[in-house]
């Protein structure tokens, strides 16, 4: 099932992880991140990113030209989850991540 997210209005942030990892404990929240990733891994291209929505830990895959055609931010490259929150309307990229 598809199910279209739109990022165009929402806020980037870079304290959602910290929140999100405060909430959930870090073990906890590094897990999920690891799955956004797996989930990258066994169905993503290169063109991909995935995203875990923090309220759910709920994850989906979007693309970077998606990304940038919505808010104007370019990435490009591995190792990066977007991680989303719909309840605020934000979200944040986290680089590097292994």
Not at 77 to 88: A, C, D, E, T
Not at 91 to 97: A, R, S, T, Y
């Amino acid at each position: 099932m598809r199910h279209f997210l739109d990022l165009s209005n929402c806020e980037p942030v870079n304290d959602l992880w910290a929140e999100f990892s405060e909430t959930l404990g870090l073990e906890k929240a590094s897990k999920a991140v690891r799955q956004a990733i797996d989930l990258q891994a066994m169905n993503g291209e290169e063109g991909t990113l995935p995203i875990l929505f923090i309220e759910t830990c709920g994850v989906g895959l979007t693309t970077f030209s998606t990304l940038r055609e919505q808010t104007g931010i370019s990435l490009f490259g591995s190792n990066k989850v977007l991680i989303f929150s719909k309840k605020k309307n934000s979200f944040q990229v986290l680089h590097e991540v292994k």
